[in-house]
Structure formats: C-alpha cells, structure tokens
C-alpha cells in the first residue's frame, strides 16, 4: 500500500470512529455542514457546467436532506411539521434543479438551509456549554 492510499485509509477510519462517537447534536450539525458543502459543491457545477458533479452532489444533498426527514420527530415539539415541510419543498428543489439543470433552484436551497445550518450550530454551542458547566458543577460539588 503506497504512503497516499494509507494516508487515505487512516483518515477514512477518523472520519468514521469521529461520526460513530459523536453526540447527536454534533451528528446533526455534521449533517447540516455536508449538506451545504454539497449544495455549494453542485451550485459551483452547475454554473460551469459541470453536470455529472452537480447531479453526484445534488443526489448526495437529498440523501440527507432524506435523513434528516426520518430521523425527524413530528411530535416531539412544535417546529417540527413546519421543518420537514422545509425538508420536503427543499428536496422538490433539488430535485428539480437536478432535472432541469436549474441553479437558481440550488441557490434557493441554500438561501433556505444555510439560516437552519447556523441556528444547529448556535443551539449545538449552547448544549456544549450547558454541559461543561454541569460537569464542573458536579465536580466541584456546586449545585
């Protein structure tokens, strides 16, 4: 095996034991960052016209966007139906900028996912804190 294809390998097994030891929020926040990077890569594609790059990206942006839905628990908390109706216009745009070559409809999915991606992030931040400031309680005794 040459340096490059281990180097390769090892940095395949991190990203795997890194997803497979993550939170949940950290999981989602992943989701959403790929997702964008995904959206972005195939908006890029599509204005060189690039279109087997732009489909790859786009297929792999409705993947998640696809477990980002199941994953989803409508009853859980209020937001949650007016999110996976997000979810479900934003893969009919995906979709169809896919079909029809359409990056205006790529740049909407970003326009529309990018706030949402931030907004985990912030919320992902604050569990984050919340939590070391609970151990440190509970390690000193406070509380």
């Given at each position: ?12 097994r991190y990203n ?75 893969m009919e745009a ?50």
């Amino acid at each position: 095996m040459t340096s490059t294809a281990l180097r390769a390998s090892q940095l395949s097994r991190y990203n795997d034991d890194a997803v497979l030891s993550a939170p949940p929020a950290r999981l989602l926040t992943m989701l959403y960052d790929r997702l964008l990077l995904d959206l972005n890569r195939a908006q890029f594609a599509q204005e060189n016209a690039n279109w087997s790059v732009a489909s790859e990206n786009l297929l792999h942006a409705q993947a998640i966007v696809t477990e980002l839905s199941s994953t989803l628990k409508t009853d859980a908390w209020d937001g949650a139906s007016g999110l996976l109706g997000i979810y479900q216009y934003s893969m009919e745009a995906m979709i169809g900028a896919n079909i029809y070559r359409d990056v205006n409809r790529t740049k909407e999915c970003i326009a529309l996912l990018e706030p949402l991606r931030q907004g985990w992030h912030e919320a992902a931040s604050q569990l984050s804190v919340q939590g070391t400031v609970a151990r440190a309680n509970g390690t000193l005794g406070v509380g």
